[in-house]
């Protein structure tokens, strides 16, 4: 039994890095999301931040490609690691539980 609980707790110390390395990413990625809009058959950029309850959109203007792909690439790399995020606190809470005596191995 013994054994058991030292492996559950070297992977409960495992998970706890991986959140933080997982929270550490998510930081380092552009704040806000590249919303385009079409005026009168132009289209015009704008970033699109959460500021509490309201969003807020601070305009852009026309924009290069390599713009469009730094924010795309931002999107899709946040939804992985909100993710990823997600399950391995999932995670974190079944170890404690199962190091409490709570849940069955």
Partial sequence: MAVIK???REEL?????MKRSYEKALKK?????LVARSIKGHKYFYIAERKGVKVAYKYKGKVNDAFINKYAEAKALRAKYRNLLSKVKVQIAFLKGSLRGKKEI
């Avoid at 110390?13 to 890095?17: C, E, V, W």
């Avoid at 990625?29 to 999301?33: D, V």
């Fill in 13 to 17: 110390q495992n998970s706890i890095r």
């Fill in 6 to 8: 030292s492996v559950l």
């Fill in 29 to 33: 990625l552009p704040k806000g999301a």
